[in-house]
């Protein structure tokens, strides 16, 4: 089983996107860069299910809303060679963007995590494909 970070949207530097992470009939808005190196490279990631940490180190792993904190960090794997490292789905908090990962944007954080834990780790999905639909 996999998912889908679907990139809609370049900025005009090419360091951040946007679009959408899909897994099943499920839907989420997701933010990638500007900071560190940019965006999330395209291609196959291996999702780190077993490595899930939900006390991320930095705060704009994070969001604040209505129901209180939430952070979670789901590590993900490159598939390809890449000297950068560090790639991972967590909600976009603090500024807007991310250093590379998958940054799911405000209250989409939330039903992304609820579907997450609702669902068995074997049903989880192994991989992340980052798509162009530009």
């Known amino acids: 089983m996999s ?3 679907l990139i809609t949207e370049y900025s005009a ?5 946007k679009g959408t992470l ?3 009939a499920d839907s989420w808005v997701v933010a990638s860069g500007p900071f560190g190196n940019g965006t999330l490279p395209t ?3 291996g999702v780190v299910k077993d490595q899930v940490s939900i006390a991320p ?3 704009d792993m994070y969001i604040i809303d209505g129901e209180g904190k939430l952070g ?3 590590r993900l794997k490159p598939n390809f060679d890449t000297d950068r490292k560090g790639f991972g789905i967590h909600p976009d908090g603090g500024l807007p ?3 590379g990962c998958v940054g799911i944007v405000d209250s989409d954080a939330r039903a992304f995590w609820a579907k997450w834990n609702s669902t068995d780790m074997a049903d989880r999905p192994a991989v992340l494909n980052v798509l ?3």
């Open 3 to 5: 998912f889908k970070y």
């Open 132 to 134: 162009v639909s530009v």
């Open 97 to 99: 963007g991310t250093h």
């Open 72 to 74: 979670f960090f789901i």
């Open 57 to 59: 180190p930095d705060d």
């Open 22 to 24: 899909n897994w099943d």
């Open 43 to 45: 291609g196959d990631y």
């Open 13 to 17: 530097n090419g360091t951040a996107s």
